[in-house]
């Protein structure tokens, strides 16, 4: 999935997530943004995939994912008092997979994107009532919305106006990361009050 999406569904995620084992929103919803880097795996063999590749077939990092969420399990096993931690990352992984799985059976149709980005919207509005008080609903849209444009104008840029080809272009995947790192960052530097998990 294209990281507006994967942001949409971590904001969804991270507000039941947050509200369900008891930890705090911001640092939850940064985590749950930059958990979406494992999409750094897409510098791998970039010169197989033209942009709607299986990411569960083709990249180590979702092939393998596996392992570090059977780690996290283990590490559960010994630190009983991080269970909910623990819990909420294996989550956001389990997230990441679940989008891309979905992408990937829309074929990357830009309609189809589009449509689930604009009903994870909807549900956001819905839920509105249901955010914690310690970001304002307004200012957590204004983020989202943000995010979208940046999002979507950089890669319309770079898919039809310089007409990159993902098969010879790395930056077309460079650039998805960066966006998952500058908002996760960005987020947690402008909205955390001192919060800890
Ligand atoms: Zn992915």
Same mark, same amino acid.
């Given at each position: %999935? ?7 569904? @971590?904001?969804?995620?991270? *507000?039941? $997530? ?14 749950? #943004? ?12 970039y010169? *197989?995939?033209?942009?709607? +590749? ?16 059977? @780690? ?16 909420m990352?294996?989550? +956001?992984?389990?997230m990441? %997979? @679940? $989008?891309? $799985? ?9 309609? +189809? ?16 009532? *249901?955010?914690? @008080? ?17 999002? $979507?104008?950089?890669?319309?840029? %770079?898919h ?18 960066? #966006? ?12 955390? *009050?001192?919060?800890?998990l």
């Open positions: %999935m294209y990281p507006v999406g994967h942001i949409l569904t @971590a904001s969804i995620y991270s *507000k039941v $997530a947050a509200k369900k084992l008891a930890l705090n929103f911001v640092p939850v919803f940064s985590i749950s #943004i930059l958990s979406n880097l494992i999409d750094v795996d897409h510098f791998i063999y010169f *197989k995939d033209d942009g709607t +590749a299986n990411s569960l077939v083709l990249h180590p990092g979702h092939l393998y994912i596996g392992v570090p969420i059977f @780690a996290l399990i283990v590490l559960g096993f010994f630190k009983p008092e991080s269970l909910n931690l623990i819990y990352l294996i989550g +956001a992984f389990a990441h %997979m @679940a $989008a891309d $799985a979905l992408a990937f059976l829309c074929q990357y149709n830009l309609i +189809a994107l589009i449509i689930i980005d604009v009903v994870l919207f909807l549900i956001l509005v819905l839920i509105r009532n *249901k955010f914690d @008080a310690s970001v304002p609903f307004s200012n957590l849209f204004l983020f989202l919305l943000c995010v979208t444009l940046v999002s $979507a104008s950089v890669q319309y840029w %770079m039809f106006i310089l007409k990159y080809d993902p098969q010879k272009e790395l930056i077309v995947y460079v650039v998805p990361n960066l #966006i998952f790192l500058l908002s996760g960052l960005s987020f947690y530097f402008v909205f955390n *009050k001192k919060e800890s």
